[in-house]
């Protein structure tokens, strides 16, 4: 069972792996959480404590991670257990993990993509957008459908396999969210008083953080989001490291992977605060920002129902990018564990999210009522994954390579694509050992205390 099962797929090209990975990064994370979290975490200081844990965390997680994949050549499960079997029970974190998070995040999918038809139909959202969104969400059964219509889409790509499917179709939709990006945020910070918002994103005001709690928020804030965007913990890039060629650069990959990622979640602040500034609406308007203040915005701008017909369209692409990653974690674990066919296990485990979903979509409306630690059925989804399973797989995987592995090992993965990696030895040793540990288990006790 811990042996590598035969044509299980690869990555034909380094662009591939690239495309995919950050594909599978950049995702909701970068256009539906960054803005709203960058707005109430005092815009400018948040950013650059962003970019400071992306490279303190997120570049050393992600090379161990896709170190470990590529080593084993097997899903996030078999690669802990061929490693050390006594360690199995993380990359069962990881898994289930992306299981869960894929039966909620499909639900919002669903929404983006009735966004995109809404859009199509002229973006009558009537006087109150808020409201649209809020009676649409509640149906017992269109969010529900579309939910279906999001995950079946997945399903397609992930049973067509890594490089006709996943691959392929990353080549085509990543980079068309970058030129789709690129033209909304050029809209938006064209627009007349743009100019505040982009001095709100990009100048730290530290008027903003009017005390160390505040300042402590704002760098929590920025660890988790580099987690959440970056799809740590969630047992992916494990997965798309074990489709790596041998001889590939895991060093330079992973740079690439992660500028591409940071830059997508500026982008999309770019396209999104200076058009809410512009037009007065609240940038910390929070997880609704997207779905009930951006169709005012759009209402308000010189071709709105286009700009938020290209937007919609945006967010489909990052949503579905990562679903499919998220999708692929779970299906590559039956596939090399019990020798399912692709399909098979495609199938089998898109059907059960789905169905999990159903009920997180059905919980903002029929059964609201059913609370679970006094959320419901999705908010309990989203606290579940969010604030436990991803910091705790992610820790550790930390201790798991710092301390059990070792960074020797790690080192010798990581020399193969790039020979004076060997530098980054101490380096890595120290933040994987001791920094990366403790500033998740900081995410985690804070994620758990009360609001």
């Known amino acids: 069972m811990s042996q590598t099962p035969k044509n299980r797929g690869q990555f034909t090209s380094s662009l591939g792996f ?16 960054f803005p709203y979290i960058a707005a109430n975490s005092g815009g400018g200081i948040f950013l650059v404590f962003y970019i400071l844990f992306v490279l303190l965390l997120g570049v050393p997680i992600m090379m161990a991670e896709m170190s470990i994949g590529r080593r084993t050549q097997l899903n996030a499960i078999g690669a802990y ?31 983006v993509t009735k966004y995109i038809v809404a859009f199509a139909s002229g973006g009558n959202f009537g006087s109150d957008p808020a409201a649209y969104f809020n009676n649409f969400v509640a149906s017992p059964v269109e969010p ?6 999001f995950m079946a889409f997945c399903a397609i790509v992930v049973v067509m396999g890594v490089v006709k499917g996943i691959e392929k179709m990353s080549k085509i939709l990543l980079p068309a969210l970058f030129v789709i990006v690129v033209v909304v945020a050029v809209r938006s910070v064209t627009l007349p008083g743009a100019g505040e918002g982009l001095k709100f994103l990009f100048v730290p005001d530290f008027s903003a953080v009017s005390s160390i709690g505040d300042l402590g928020n704002a760098m929590v804030q920025a660890m988790g989001q580099v987690f959440f965007s970056l799809s740590l913990g969630m047992g992916i890039t494990i997965t ?34 200076p058009a809410v500034f512009a037009l007065g609406f609240e940038p910390t ?6 779905f009930s203040i951006l169709p005012a915005v ?3 701008m010189p071709f709105g129902a286009f700009f938020g017909f290209l937007f919609f369209i945006l967010v489909f692409i990052a949503a579905a990018t990562s679903a499919i990653s998220l999708l692929e974690v779970v299906a590559a674990y039956f596939i090399d564990n019990f020798h399912w066919s692709r399909k098979k296990a495609t199938i089998i485990m898109a059907s059960l999210m789905a169905l999990l979903g159903v009920f997180a979509s059905l919980s903002m409306g029929p059964l609201s009522n059913v609370l679970i630690g006094g959320m419901n059925i999705f908010d309990a989804l989203s606290f579940f994954t969010d604030k436990l399973l991803m910091p705790i797989s992610a820790m550790l995987m930390c201790v798991f390579v710092g ?12 020399v193969i694509g790039s020979p004076s990696a060997i530098k980054l ?9 001791y920094i990366a540990p403790i500033l998740i288990l900081v995410i985690l006790i804070t994620g758990l205390l009360p609001a």
Not at 144 to 149: A, K, N, S
Not at 425 to 433: D, E, F, G, Q, W
């Open 144 to 149: 529900v459908v579309w939910h279906l219509v």
């Open 81 to 111: 257990r061929k490693l050390n079997k006594k360690w199995t029970f993380v990359g069962v974190l990881g898994v289930l993990c992306a299981f869960v998070i894929l039966s909620y995040y499909s639900v919002v999918g669903g929404w």
């Open 425 to 433: 030895k101490k380096v890595l040793s120290v933040i994987l050992k």
């Open 285 to 290: 308007a929070g997880p609704g920002l997207i």
């Open 18 to 33: 690239i495309l995919a990975s950050a594909g599978s990064a950049i995702g909701l994370g970068n256009l539906w959480k």
């Open 240 to 273: 798309y490291g074990s489709y790596l060629k041998k001889e590939s650069n895991i060093v330079k990959d992973t740079g690439i992977v992660v500028g591409l990622d940071s830059l997508a979640a500026i982008l999309s602040g770019c396209a999104i605060l």
């Open 298 to 300: 759009f209402a308000d």
């Open 403 to 414: 301390h059990v592995w070792g960074t020797d090992a790690l080192m010798q993965e990581l």
